[in-house]
Nanobody
């Protein structure tokens, strides 16, 4: 099982990025897909999650109104559209899969390798 995250990069404050995560190696039927991030020297934190059907989503307060999580038609792909980025959003972003929507990383079984997002001021 592999989750491959991509789309990170360097962007100026106020800009946008779209992260992608593709799952392979098994069916992700009924799996929730989520995004977490970890800034240097800080703990990994929840960003957003989306249900298998895409009908339910959950966002961290820091992401509400700026980030949008969505699921591709193939269901094994998840996106994170990030707008109005600030330097505080600088982190390595990880995608992960779980059986339900949780904000705790402990419940996520599968993890991608992470993609670095750097927001310059």
């Amino acid at each position: 099982v592999q989750l491959q995250a991509s789309g990170g990069g360097l962007v100026q404050a106020g800009g946008s990025l779209r992260l992608s995560c593709v799952g392979s190696g098994r069916t992700f039927s009924n799996y929730v897909m989520g995004w977490f991030r970890q800034a240097a020297g800080k703990e990994r934190e929840f960003v957003a999650a989306i249900s298998w059907t895409g009908g339910r989503t959950s966002y961290a307060d820091s992401a509400k109104g700026r980030f949008t999580i969505s699921r591709g038609d193939a269901k094994n792909t998840v996106y994170l559209q990030m707008n109005s980025l600030t330097p505080e959003d600088t982190a390595v972003y990880y995608c992960a899969a779980a059986k339900n929507i949780y904000s705790s990383s402990n419940y996520y079984t599968y993890w991608g390798q992470g993609t670095l997002v750097t927001v310059s001021s």
